[in-house]
């Protein structure tokens, strides 16, 4: 946030990605970074925020080894962003509809580095990777009344956050995390009760639950004539439960005051304009667009548009085609994504582009290849990352629709299957796809299936005839 | 820290000028090295005085430039919206030649000014005519030593001679000055300290027994490698920045601060720098004032101001008193204007009649 230290954290050697800022040696100096801050400002028009003209720094200070400075370079009361929302379908289990979740604010600050207490007796280690990586903070307004209406808020977040290019989105590695504030009061009661704060949930599902499960502790708190005590408390994913974490800590006065080290930013309306114009079309407007123009199915449009490089690579592959959305739809979400999660590769890191896709389906169109000769090539294409004309010709794989040489393969099949054709001379018309299998397995999938089965029909036909006519 | 270097983990430094004095602080080492003729120019740190203080009352010239001008990337904090580096050199000459390398541009300090330093080269021999200086007469009014107070005069008749016209400014505010300095150069201390915990490095206490965690660890190693100044200054930080004070002592402290800048950019309107003495006083016997800190606060009455508002300000030598101590004239400049402050510097070094003084024991 304040450095030039990469900011891959997760997969770098301990303490190999530090320098004199975020490491806070004595005399380094901080220098705010440009995009983190546009990054923020793109979150809070993306959550319908107001941004601030006049916006700054301040100084958190406490005492930890983790945090180098001795403070941590944050945002209090002048944050980034302010006062937006998001719109969620709501639970309707509680009769809840479609409504707006209050955003308090977007802030901007630097991550700490991370602390091992568990590696051995009397010492702990410290990593600073991580220290000084840019953590955008959102904070909700406290107008979620159940766990699933915290899933729907979350997911969205999510989605927006990765359409934006802002985060990853991933839990597990912890670009995406999550304190959830949970307080219960009786029904009609407009006060709101004590809050305890739940951290260490690292999945959609763990928040979920955490938040079930504390809705339930405190209600027994309650009920047993006892109060909800203000606390943090950690959700605890092997025995599904939270514990309190109040011995851990006390209460810190952070005395913050603003960052000398940095001047105040100024963001002018100008300025914001431009940023508004980099928002791209979210998934939930995407999805709906998909529905309504291209006449696809809730559950299609919702995975094509769940990701920005889905959703482009689907609308790209549209325009170079002039294609059926079905069709393109189907491939992409059938064959490419089973290759796609065979790998765990992302779809921007595909061998097969949106081009070459394109171009297997024309083949498909124009009779060269049959659906199932398709798939294999398919295959091959993202083996090889080659062009599928050139995969039909140097396989020689173009359909045969030269009836001669079914024929062959036909009358090859009739001789070698006799109780094939007897099954079918007796009624059994399944028989006769029996026997195109053959054809298709002598012609290596290449003879064109109709074409094939016509054949097949036709020759057995004749067996019939011939065999009425046999003495 | 300090203004009398007594508190450096070496031991007091003497002022070359008197052995039994101090040469001031807190770069009291760098300029009684200057003085003592043992470097021909040093740096030194000016937060609230600590540059333009010992270079007055161990006869050098000290400058303090434009907060921004020198980048601060590199410099231990100590407030960091106050420090500044700047040169002690024998004369006015050279410390524009040190401060044309020190400064400049730095992508490593946010704080530091994007604007290329003027050419510093050209301004000399200085001409004060015309030269329009203030003297803010109310501020002079008390516990002044009247030797100081003399020398002050001669200066300012001196320039007059050469062509300068002096006439009375008022800073209103400036009676402020060390309160609200002592509020919030603590303060940000208070925050800048909080990194020599004994974790990374420096020095980290022994602790005895597995029974000691980190807390102890910070405590001890923070009282053992602490000087008294210096934890003075950060628990009087630490109060003034915590919950139910901070409204009432570090932001009113800001906001009289807006209110002293005030007062000099309208000075400014009608002058080109403002003139003071450097310090009330010329140097103390060591030992004299170690056991009142607040004496010693009060001794930066007249050096803060460029600190709290950022404006450039030297010291230069103005003479010596009966005793042969030396005295301090300074000098508060326009946001980067060092070039008027160096220029009417060289006016009043020219032929100036202490030019050729040197400090006996060093001479």
């Not at chain 2, 300095?181 to 208070?190: D, G, I, K, R």
Request: aromatic residues 8%; glycine residues 8%.
């Amino acid at each position: 946030m304040f450095c030039g230290c990469p900011a891959d954290y997760q997969a770098a050697e301990p303490n190999t990605r530090t320098c004199p800022v975020c490491l806070g040696l004595p005399g380094a100096l901080p220098v705010i970074n440009r995009r983190a801050v546009e990054y923020t400002v793109l979150t809070g028009l993306a959550l319908n925020c107001r941004i601030p003209e006049f916006t700054k720094f301040d100084r958190k200070n406490y005492p930890y080894p983790d945090l180098m400075k001795g403070y941590q370079i944050s945002q209090y009361d002048l944050p980034l962003a302010l006062d937006g929302f998001l719109e969620i379908d709501g639970d309707t289990q509680l009769g809840l509809g479609r409504r707006r979740i209050g955003v308090e604010r977007v802030h901007l600050e630097e991550d700490v580095a991370k602390s091992y207490d568990d590696r051995g007796e009397g010492y702990s280690l410290v990593d600073v990777n991580r220290s000084g990586v840019p953590l955008m903070e959102v904070v909700s307004k406290p107008d979620m009344r159940s766990a699933e209406e915290a899933r729907q808020y979350l997911t969205l977040l999510h989605s927006i956050v990765q359409y934006l290019g802002v985060s990853t989105g991933n839990m597990q590695d912890g670009n995406f995390r999550c304190d959830a504030n949970v307080s219960i009061r009786p029904v009609g009661s407009q006060i709101l009760g004590t809050r305890t704060e739940v951290k260490n949930m690292n999945s959609f599902r763990a928040v979920y639950q955490a938040l079930e499960y504390e809705v339930v502790r405190q209600r027994e708190v309650i009920e047993d004539g006892g109060a909800v005590v203000q606390e943090t408390r950690g959700w605890i994913e092997e025995r599904e439960v939270t514990v309190s974490q109040r011995s851990k800590e006390y209460a810190h006065d952070y005395r913050y005051f603003p960052e000398p080290d940095l001047p105040p930013l100024r963001i002018g309306p100008e300025r914001v304009a431009e940023l508004a114009a980099e928002l791209p079309e979210f998934a939930p407007q995407r999805s709906a667009r998909f529905q309504a123009d291209l006449a696809l199915s809730g559950y299609d449009a919702d995975l094509l548009a769940g990701s920005r490089s889905m959703a482009n690579y689907f609308e790209t592959t549209l325009t170079l085609r002039d294609a059926d959305a079905a069709e393109v739809a189907n491939w992409m979400l059938g064959d490419l994504a089973r290759l796609l999660n065979q790998d765990h590769r992302e779809i921007d890191a595909s061998p097969v582009t949106p081009q070459r896709l394109a171009d297997l389906l024309a083949l498909v169109a124009d009779g060269t290849l049959s659906t199932s000769l398709a798939k294999t090539v398919l295959e091959e294409m993202y083996a090889t990352g080659g062009e599928p004309a050139d995969i039909v010709r140097e396989q020689g794989l173009g359909q045969i629709s030269d009836t001669g040489a079914i024929e062959a393969a036909v009358a090859e099949a009739i001789a070698a299957n006799p109780k094939a054709v007897a099954d079918y001379i007796s009624g059994k018309d399944t028989a006769a796809r029996f026997l195109m299998g053959q054809v298709m397995r002598l012609t290596k999938g290449q003879a064109q299936p109709e074409l094939a089965l016509r054949l097949v029909q036709e020759g057995l036909e004749l067996q019939k005839t011939r065999g009425s006519l046999e003495p | 820290m300090g203004s009398s270097t007594e508190h450096s983990a070496y031991g007091p430094t003497r002022n070359p000028w008197a052995l039994d004095r101090i040469p001031g602080g807190s770069s009291g080492g760098a300029a009684a090295a200057v003085a003592a003729g043992q470097a021909p120019a040093s740096i030194g740190t000016d937060t609230g005085g600590s540059i333009r203080q010992p270079a007055a009352l161990c006869g050098v010239v000290g400058l303090k430039p434009t907060y921004g001008r020198v980048s601060r990337y590199g410099l231990l904090a100590f407030a960091s919206s106050l420090d500044q580096i700047g040169p002690l050199t024998w004369t006015v000459a050279d410390a524009a030649a040190v401060l044309q390398v020190l400064a400049g541009p730095d992508p490593r300090d946010a704080t530091a000014s994007t604007e290329p330093p003027p050419d510093l080269s050209r301004l000399f021999p200085g001409n004060v005519r015309g030269t329009r200086i203030g003297v803010p007469r109310v501020a002079l009014a008390d516990g002044v030593d009247p030797e100081v107070l003399d020398a002050f005069g001669a200066a300012l008749a001196m320039l007059s001679d050469r062509g300068a016209e002096v006439c009375d400014v008022d800073l209103p505010h400036m009676q402020y000055a060390v309160p609200v300095y002592y509020l919030v150069a603590p303060a940000e201390a208070s925050s800048n300290l909080a990194r020599y915990d004994g974790v990374r490095y420096g020095h980290r206490a022994k602790l005895d027994g597995a029974a000691a965690g980190v807390s102890e660890m910070y405590a001890r190693t923070r009282s053992e490698g602490f000087g008294a100044e210096v934890k003075r200054r950060i628990m009087l930080g630490t109060y003034a920045l915590s919950a139910g004070y901070y409204d009432a002592y570090y932001v009113h402290a800001q906001r009289v601060r807006s209110l002293i800048r005030n007062d000099f950019d309208r000075a400014f309107a009608a002058v080109d720098a403002v003139a003071m003495p450097t310090t009330p006083t010329p140097a103390f016997r060591i030992g004299e004032r170690i056991d009142d800190p607040l004496a010693m606060y009060l001794g930066d009455v007249f050096t803060v101001s460029a600190n709290l508002t950022g404006l450039p300000a030297i010291s230069l030598p103005a003479g010596l008193t009966q005793a042969r101590l030396p005295i301090g004239f300074q000098l508060v400049g326009r946001p980067f204007d060092e070039a008027t402050l160096l220029r009417i510097g060289d006016a009043l070094e020219r032929d100036a009649p202490w030019s050729d003084e040197r400090p006996p024991a060093f001479a």
